[in-house]
């Protein structure tokens, strides 16, 4: 069992920056991948960025550029650091990972972008 705890959300204005923390259950070694989702009122849950345990980043096109996926092996811990913020980012950002053929979530973290 993998637990996934966020922290890093709030209230940000348009062009701010955040940095969001997944901290896993764990040696995070098992993980792969490991990454962030979010999801909009009334819209399904998206890809924002994921990277693989070899380095490999996949990001959303509406956030490449702007937000940026690492990890940090030694404190078990993925972030997501999202700059540039716009209204459109407002959403609840999902930690995931994956070991074997199980996928893990984290209970979401609230980033709301206004003015």
């Known amino acids: 069992q993998v637990q996934l705890v966020e922290s890093g959300g709030g209230l940000v204005q348009p062009g701010g920056s955040l940095r969001l923390s997944c901290v896993a259950s764990?040696?995070?070694?098992?993980?792969?991948?490991m990454g962030w989702y979010r999801q909009a009122p009334g819209k399904e849950r998206e890809l924002v960025a994921t990277?693989?345990?070899?380095?490999?980043?996949n990001y959303a096109d509406s956030v490449k550029g702007r937000f940026t996926i690492s990890i940090e092996n030694a404190k078990n811990t993925v972030y997501l650091q999202l700059n540039s913020l716009k209204p459109e980012d407002t959403a609840t950002y999902y930690c995931?990972?994956?070991?074997?053929?199980?996928?893990?979530w984290g209970q979401g973290t609230q980033v709301t972008v206004s003015s």
């Open positions: 990277r693989t345990r070899y380095g490999t980043t």
């Open positions: 764990g040696s995070i070694f098992s993980l792969n991948p």
């Open positions: 995931y990972a994956r070991r074997d053929e199980y996928d893990y």
